[in-house]
């Protein structure tokens, strides 16, 4: 049996310090203009094109980042959904979205009921602090989601800085 | 060819699910950077991946540009029967890179 | 005087005495410690940690044949695991030949120009650093156990000199930040007390590999310093002091930083 070993602990965030971080992330993101980054509308155009419109029900999807990020280059994400995952009920697929990337879409991840568990674990670019919201698509054709705000923050003396 | 790293186990109960871990070398270029002249380094991404099961699709990706360089993707399976595990990867340019594992089941 | 504006008490203290915090060996702390648990598992496991992709292009080079010898490393130093335990371990080395230190990276390309007649591998190429990660991989979890070496105590002293030298237009020593505030912040990341244990790293924020001298250079950058070149004896006599300040510390390569 093997064991999975990225943590699924989230950092605990003091809102006092989570000004000053949010800041601090703002000024270092600089790597992408500004022109060229999603919005919320975007993201929210991204879903829709995803779903073909259909309702989204919140809840059943994990979305397991750190709260606090050391860089956003790599970022470790995890999704899970709640589902059997038999023959008659399981996910068909996770999208991940985001809304401050140049681009909404992260990656659509398709599943079978092989697939023994709805997870998926992959490591994503976050060019800013933002909200990372992943939807899972069931086998009855019904919707979930999930979402998590996360602090990107930069590592000291940043190459080229 | 690009190097891939994959982590599969070599043995199986019947019906265990098991974890696979996949990760290809790959820059993920995300066509939004500049290069030292100021000129956007060109797209250059894996943007399918495919991992099959005896022949039979399993579990695959679309990817974008907000995925990390060296690709890595983990995802679970369940041990059905001894076989061929194969994982595809195809680049922007329609290129593809194929990794095959071996699996007992028990 | 000059460092005035950034921290006025500290740096009147600092230009009287210029004498730092050397990090007593209880307290010494890889910089694998300072980093989120995350990026800790991320090297842990050999599966997920991205330098393992550069340790097997290191293993298909150390088995290719080059140059006009037509000689691979295997062909001299046969299986890596046995003849390359250690060595990164105990490197930089005195080269009795040049009469000065050499790191892995200047001992892989002296084998390729004198062994095997082929041409050295460019700092920093993807080819010698993958032969520099697989050959440190093969002291991962061994002591770093710089050689007694007599010949090597000058250059060892210039580079605790080099390690104490302020720099740059920032002017600050490695030693102010990574002696004197270590385990503090810069801005919102952790200041590590940098050893040199764990190279070459995979660096999230470089999405690859790189050196030791790479990271000097990048910290160089940052104190608006113009960075020594590839290869230079100054980068060299660094690695020699950073080696001896992280005596007995674990061999990590290849870590994962951010």
Do not use: W
């Given at each position: 049996m093997k064991t999975q070993i990225l943590s699924t602990q989230i950092s605990k965030t003091d809102p006092s310090r989570r000004t000053?971080?949010?800041?601090?992330?703002?000024?270092?993101v600089c790597v992408i203009a500004p022109s060229a980054r999603a919005t919320p509308e975007e993201m929210a155009q991204a879903i829709k094109d995803f779903t073909g419109g259909k309702p989204v029900r919140e809840g059943g999807v994990e979305v397991d980042i750190p709260v606090l990020l050391e860089s956003g280059h790599s970022v470790p994400t995890i999704v899970r959904v709640d589902s059997p995952m038999n023959a008659q009920n399981y996910v068909r697929a996770i999208a991940v979205f985001n809304e401050r990337n140049p681009q909404p879409n992260v990656g659509v991840f398709h599943l079978t009921p092989r697939s023994g568990r709805a997870f998926v674990s992959t490591r994503i670019r976050l060019g800013d602090s933002q909200k990372v919201v992943a939807v899972a698509q069931m086998s009855d054709g019904s919707f979930r989601s999930g979402s998590i705000d996360v602090i990107v923050t930069l590592p000291a003396c940043v190459e080229g800085a | 060819m690009a190097r891939a790293l994959i982590n599969v186990p070599a043995k199986a109960?019947?019906?265990?699910?098991?974890?696979?871990?996949t990760m290809l070398s790959h820059p993920m270029e995300t066509g939004f950077r500049p290069a030292a002249d100021g000129k956007l380094v060109p797209r250059n991404i894996i943007k399918r991946f495919v991992c099959t099961y005896d022949g039979e699709a399993v579990f695959s990706a679309d990817l974008f540009p907000a995925i990390s360089a060296n690709p890595f993707l983990s995802f679970t399976l369940v041990a059905t029967n001894s076989g061929v595990i194969t994982f595809s990867w195809t680049d922007d340019n329609g290129q593809t890179q194929v990794q095959t594992a071996k699996i007992e089941v028990a | 005087m000059r460092a005035l504006w950034i921290l006025p008490g500290c740096a009147m203290l600092l230009a009287v005495t210029s004498a730092h915090a050397e990090i007593a060996a209880h307290e010494r702390k890889s910089g694998a410690e300072f980093m989120s648990p995350q990026t800790q598992a991320m090297q842990a496991d050999d599966a997920s940690n991205p330098g393992m992709l550069a340790v097997l292009d290191g293993e298909a080079a150390w088995n290719e044949k080059a140059g006009a010898a037509n000689k691979a490393c295997a062909d001299c130093h046969g299986a890596a695991e046995q003849s390359m335990k250690g060595v990164s371990a105990r490197y930089p080395a005195f080269n009795a030949a040049t009469s000065q230190p050499i790191d892995v990276a200047g001992q892989v390309n002296q084998c390729r120009t004198g062994r095997q007649q082929a041409q050295p591998l460019r700092a920093e190429?993807?080819?010698?650093?993958?032969?520099?990660?697989?050959?440190?991989?093969?002291?991962?979890?061994?002591?770093?156990?710089?050689?007694?070496?007599?010949?090597?105590?000058?250059?060892?002293?210039?580079?605790?000199?080099?390690?104490?030298?302020?720099?740059?237009?920032?002017?600050?020593?490695?030693?102010?930040?990574?002696?004197?505030n270590w385990g503090r912040k810069l801005g919102s990341a952790p200041i590590p007390q940098a050893h040199a244990n764990a190279y070459p790293i995979y660096r999230l924020e470089w999405q690859d590999v790189g050196s030791l001298q790479r990271r000097l250079r990048n910290c160089m950058s940052g104190v608006r310093a113009a960075p020594y070149s590839y290869g230079s004896i100054e980068f060299i006599e660094l690695e020699l002091f950073l080696a001896e300040r992280a005596r007995g510390m674990a061999v990590e390569t290849p870590g994962v930083r951010p």
């Open positions: 000053f971080l949010a800041g601090a992330a703002g000024a270092a | 109960k019947k019906g265990e699910i098991i974890e696979i871990k | 190429s993807r080819e010698l650093l993958a032969l520099t990660t697989y050959i440190g991989l093969q002291s991962r979890g061994m002591s770093v156990a710089p050689p007694d070496d007599e010949r090597l105590t000058p250059f060892r002293e210039r580079g605790k000199a080099l390690f104490n030298q302020r720099l740059g237009q920032l002017n600050f020593s490695c030693a102010h930040c990574h002696e004197d």
